[in-house]
């Protein structure tokens, strides 16, 4: 009988439906893409830095709790999960040659820093990196990039070259023992070639030696092998530092690991896009509203019908059912309606921004749930109306 009643007045019913699928379709599509483009974020960054950890010492006037070069091995060698281990220190200084001179940016650390370095990778095109033995004995070595080499001396293999960086108002002359593969040679075209900044690593003893207000460390990189080992090392990490230097409870050292940010990154996304889902939400209520609308004027529109149904015996409660039944099934129908174009929409949608959109049973079950209980909601009011007139008043309404 409800869908009987809904089939027979089908424009009406559709209009109806309207603002339900219009929110339904909304809601499915803003959490299909939003869930589709936060994996790829956080999937992005997590392959930048997933097994990464860094490791900072709050500053304090004990120097026994400043982090040194021994933590650094005690580290290494008492935690055997530790890959790489290396200051990430950076400073800016001027480069020079016969041939030119250029603005230029200084990494310093161990050996390590070739696994962990983002501007001075591994990716060596000349020449070694510096090794254990010119961070042992303080040479003063340098690995620069193409992109330097070429500014500097007009060719790329420069190794065994000299040059002269000026730091802090020091100046450090330097051997060049490597050449690494050029961060900004793609941006070549973007800039002027002499605005790009060259970039260079060097031990960090050999700068913390000639240069003395740099020894400190204040940042130090720590790479793990696997992702599953990274939040009970950065606890141990910081528990054999905290033991070393006599620091137990003092909330020195701290150890924080690339999944606990990414953890922050999902939760604003997912408040962000559970926020517009909300907002795109409001055409339920809206589309909800039309429903009682409809169904009160259903309900005058039939005010002799339900008459002649109680008169021949029809209780109170079967009335109620059978309107709340027809406002309820008008909103699964829309919920369904708007469940299709909600996926197709996400579709395509996601495939202009080349991403995955991810459905899930929750999201999908809590949108048809709250599309029914906006049928049950904003069905009871006509349907109680319609169940309380009398058989009387109903047979002499005009």
Wanted: proline share 2%; no cysteine; hydrophobic share 45%.
């Amino acid at each position: 009988m409800a869908l009987d009643s809904i089939f027979a007045n089908k424009m009406r019913s559709f209009l109806t439906m309207l603002g339900i699928i219009i929110g339904i379709a909304s809601v499915i599509a803003i959490l299909a893409v939003g869930n589709g483009a936060a994996k790829e974020i956080t999937g992005t960054f997590s392959d930048l830095g997933a097994t990464t950890i860094n490791l900072t010492a709050n500053d304090s006037d004990d120097s026994n709790a400043a982090l040194e070069q021994e933590d650094l091995v005690v580290l290494k060698d008492s935690i055997e999960e530790i890959q790489y281990i290396s200051p990430n220190q950076q400073i800016s200084g001027t480069a020079s040659t016969e041939m030119d001179s250029r603005q230029a940016v200084v990494s310093y650390g161990t050996p390590d820093l070739q696994y962990l370095s983002q501007t001075m990778s591994s990716n060596l095109i000349h020449g070694r990196y510096f090794n254990q033995i010119d961070f042992d004995e303080n040479n003063s070595v340098v690995v620069i990039d193409t992109d330097g080499a070429e500014a500097l001396f007009g060719r790329t293999d420069v190794v065994g070259e000299t040059l002269s960086v000026n730091i802090t108002q020091t100046r450090l002359d330097l051997r060049i023992v490597g050449v690494v593969e050029g961060s900004f040679a793609d941006m070549q075209g973007a800039f002027d070639a002499d605005q790009i900044p060259l970039f260079m690593a060097m031990p960090q003893s050999t700068v913390g030696q000639q240069v003395p207000q740099l020894a400190g460390m204040n940042s130090v990189i720590i790479e793990v092998e696997d992702t599953e080992q990274i939040e009970p090392i950065s606890n141990q990490i910081v528990r054999l530092l905290e033991l070393r230097n006599d620091a137990v409870g003092e909330n020195i050292y701290n150890a924080r690991n690339f999944l606990q940010a990414l953890d922050q990154v999902n939760n604003v996304l997912s408040l962000f896009i559970n926020f517009i889902a909300a907002v795109a939400g409001i055409a339920l209520l809206v589309g909800g509203i039309g429903v009682m609308n409809i169904m009160l004027v259903s309900v005058t529109e039939r005010t002799r019908e339900i008459g002649t149904r109680k008169a021949l015996g029809a209780t109170t409660k079967t009335i109620l059912i059978q309107f709340l039944m027809e406002a309820v099934i008008l909103s699964l129908i829309g919920g369904m309606i708007g469940l299709t174009l909600g996926i197709l929409l996400s579709n395509v949608i996601a495939s202009a921004l080349n991403i995955v959109p991810i459905y899930t049973l929750g999201s999908v079950g809590l949108v048809l749930a709250f599309s029914t209980a906006v049928g049950v909601f904003f069905g009871i009011y006509p349907a109680r109306k319609a169940a309380k007139l009398t058989p009387i008043d109903a047979l002499r309404f005009e």
